[in-house]
């Protein structure tokens, strides 16, 4: 992230937590010779799946690749419809396009931008066969409302918790949940700026073997356990992820908690320095779900435009602070529109999120000092935007 003269911002968006323990994780598999296939593969799979609360898991080289599994494991292809939300990273229905199928949106939520469950029932048809929530920014969607549609209508239950890992949701009953466990089979994604990171990749969990057999042989290359390398028993990719990203996974999983922790306190400074900044929305948890915090995105309930909102981002990384929007409607990309017809003020809750959702910078080691200094930054610049605003409607008002 840069400023606009094409110099670093002095505050980056985000970063990996490595240390020399991770370091040395991965000259160990580069000393060794075994480098893909090896045994960190199967215990990186059984730690990620254990934390979950899930039987199985089946690490890939992304959680795009996860997703794309889950879906041809379902059978989900062509003509097959899969009730998802607009407001996500574009892989959640993405994946479904690989296979052909057709994503049905469905609107959000406001205060938890997740998909609205009240929509969903009416956009079911004779072709759905899933639907594909997605915890938002790490804030669990509404999931035993979602078991209870799945079961009503037979159809399965995908949870994208790519942006989630170590999120809890509330039952019903009391308990607690953790993200990745709460769907039929669930995704988490390891990039540099999530919770953890294996540098690349992603994992399928789940308490269903038959998915867990299936996720494991099309990642590689469609052959099953046991049998010759030269005989695939079935289509499949190369969605392998190899040791080294293993071995580092190994070691963030390791430190899972005080990473968690970490990212809680960033939060917590951030609430407290955005708390009285007029026209910012911070996040904020309910008793119903444990935050993981992924990225820190606020809403600028001011910003009546995408004009204001980019003037937002122009003012920050000129002061040497990176940001970002979160999410651009996934219905408005160009494939979407001329794919499937879809047209501005068809998800008018989804569209209001990304005109007003600003990303700043969140990352493990990022300073008290520093959050202060973002949040004295943004101030600045909303009145700053605020004033040309006003500006201009003077100026269209009167003609002059």
Known sequence: MARSDGSPCEIRLSGPDITEEEVEAVSAVLRSGRISLGPRLPEFERMVAHYAGCQHGVAVNSGTSALHLIVRALEIGE?????????????????????????????????????????????????????????????????????????????????????????????????????????????????????????????VVTNDEKIAKLCRSMRNQGRDDGTDWGHPSRLGYNYRLSELHCALGIVQMKRIEEILARRNQVAAWYQEALSEIEGVQPPRATEEVEISWFVYAVRLTACRSRAELRRVFQGLRERGIACSNYFYPIHLLPLYREKFGYKRGDFPVAEAASRQSLALPFFNRLTREEVERVARCLREVLSEVDRHSAHSRRVAATGQ
């Open 79 to 203: 003509g097959d419809e899969v009730i998802t939300t607009p407001f996500s990273f574009v892989a959640s229905s993405n994946c479904l396009l690989f296979e052909r199928a057709a994503p049905r949106f469905v609107d959000i939520d406001g205060s938890t931008l997740n998909i609205n469950c009240d929509l969903i029932e009416a956009a079911i048809t004779s072709r759905t066969k899933a639907i594909l929530a997605v915890d938002v920014f790490g804030w669990p969607a509404d999931w035993e409302r979602l078991r209870e549609i799945a079961g009503k209508y037979s159809l399965a239950l995908i949870e994208d918790s790519c942006e989630a890992l170590g999120a809890r949701y509330r039952l019903r009953d009391g308990g607690w949940a953790r993200a990745g466990s709460l769907g039929d089979v669930g995704t988490f994604a390891f990039y540099p700026n999530k919770q953890i990171t294996s540098g690349e990749g992603g994992i």
